[in-house]
Structure formats: C-alpha cells, structure tokens
C-alpha cells in the first residue's frame, strides 16, 4: 500500500509560478501528476519513471518539470508561466495505482 500526500498548491496570478510536492510512503516506481478541471476529465501532466525518465503533456512542455527525490521517496511539479487553462485540482498518482488527495491550483488575476 502507498500513501500519497500533495502540498504546494495555490492561487497564483497568470504568468506566475507554483511547485508542487508529493511525499510518498511505501515502494514507488513510476510517478505522475494529472490534473483535473471542472467538467474536463481526469489528464495526465507529466510522469516519471523511477530511472528519472520523463513524459510531458503537449499543453505544459517547457513550461513544467517533473522531478523526483528517490532518498525522499518524493517527486515535484515545478510549473512556471502559469495560464488561467492550467486551473484545476492536481493530483500525484504512483505506481498507476495510488492517488493523492489533490491539491487546488488556481491561475487567476
């Protein structure tokens, strides 16, 4: 069983800059973080595997990083020039199989 713990949403005005943080309790491999908007379905951001391979949705490459802390069992969102499209409730997920609780990042003036 994994246990999954968001931190470092927020309301943040456009063009800004947000990081996010997951800790992790028990055995990860690959990692991720998606997003969900209202009335949008549930999208994958970004994931990395444990050897700190990366994947980017379109809609944020070079914009968001994807990073992990393998000694903190942890892995962050760096997400910079933040649009009001990036709105939505951001989830970390584990192993494909574990979710967080979600954190609320708001892109607004």
């Known amino acids: 069983q994994v246990q999954l713990v968001e931190s470092g949403g927020g309301l943040v005005h456009p063009g800004g800059s947000l990081r996010l943080s997951c800790a992790a309790s028990g055995k990860i491999y690959a990692m991720g973080w998606y997003r969900q908007a209202p009335g949008k379905q549930r999208e994958l951001v970004a994931s990395?595997?444990?050897?700190?391979?990366?994947n980017y949705a379109d809609s944020v490459k070079g914009r968001f990083t994807i990073s992990r802390d393998n000694a903190k069992n942890a892995v962050y969102l760096q997400m910079n020039s933040l649009t009001s499209e990036d709105t939505a409730v951001y989830y970390c997920?584990?192993?494909?199989?574990?979710w967080g609780q979600g954190t609320q990042v708001t892109v607004s003036s």
């Open positions: 990395i595997t444990s050897t700190g391979n990366t």
């Open positions: 997920n584990a192993n494909f199989q574990f």
